[in-house]
């Protein structure tokens, strides 16, 4: 069985660039979140969908924007990057929003360098 | 203050060592409990729940004091194969988790 799987696995950009990164779901969950993790740090929330609807939001500025397709794939888009935009940006997958009964599932995550 | 603190790392042991980590978390309305293992540029993976009677896995044992808001895991008979980072994680209200620092346990023959 495929796991979470995420595209592309590393990145680089340079300043004020925009970027897509690509998440695909556990075949069967419906759930997926996004995080940010900057090195030496443990990953921080960024955005929850479910359904194909945003869930939650963290404290990320505008740039940083989401979407669910109906095939519960999605997608994390961030404009004007920076270089405090460079982290491991990590995808996780549960067969429903609420993590108390259910385990979330990590992507490999996506390496994005700004330069 | 952070929602989620762990004790600063690294933890540099020895084979067959025992080892504790301890997490603290400032939201006294959060939900569940987890640790997670990261092995260096990887994802994290769940190592285990944590729940208030305490629970055991083999050589792991998570405990939970939600009085003290405090977390502690400890893993007897360290490997080699226990290096990595353990993450403390915290599920708010609002069915996000929320991952304290990591601390890197470095295990040494």
């Known amino acids: 069985d495929a796991g979470v799987t995420q595209s592309p696995t590393h990145l680089i950009k340079t300043r004020g660039q925009h970027v897509t990164l690509r998440c695909s779901p556990i075949?069967?969950?419906?759930?997926v979140s996004w995080y940010q993790q900057v090195l030496g740090q443990g990953p921080q929330f960024i955005f929850q969908y479910y359904e194909k609807e945003e869930r939650g939001r963290g404290n990320f500025p505008d740039r940083f924007s989401a979407r669910q397709f109906p095939n519960y794939s999605s997608e994390l888009n961030v404009n004007a990057l920076l270089l405090g935009d460079s982290a491991l940006y990590l995808c996780?997958?549960?067969?429903?929003?609420?993590?108390?009964?259910?385990?979330?599932?990590f992507g490999q995550g996506t390496r994005l360098t700004v330069v | 203050r952070k929602e989620v603190e762990q004790d600063p790392g690294p933890f540099n042991v020895p084979e067959g060592a025992t080892v504790a980590f301890n997490c603290t978390y400032s939201n006294s309305a959060s939900q569940s409990f987890f640790w997670y293992r990261q092995d260096c540029r990887k994802e994290p993976k769940l190592l285990m729940s944590v729940y208030s009677s305490g629970n055991e896995d083999g050589r792991f044992t998570a405990q939970l004091n939600r009085a003290s808001q405090y977390i502690s895991l400890l893993i007897r008979d360290s490997k080699l194969s226990d290096s990595a980072t353990y993450l403390c994680v915290v599920l708010n209200q609002g069915g996000k988790l929320i991952f304290g620092q990591g601390t890197e346990l470095s295990v040494k023959p």
């Open positions: 075949s069967g969950h419906k759930s």
């Open positions: 996780a997958s549960s067969l429903s929003p609420n993590a108390q009964r259910t385990e979330a599932f």
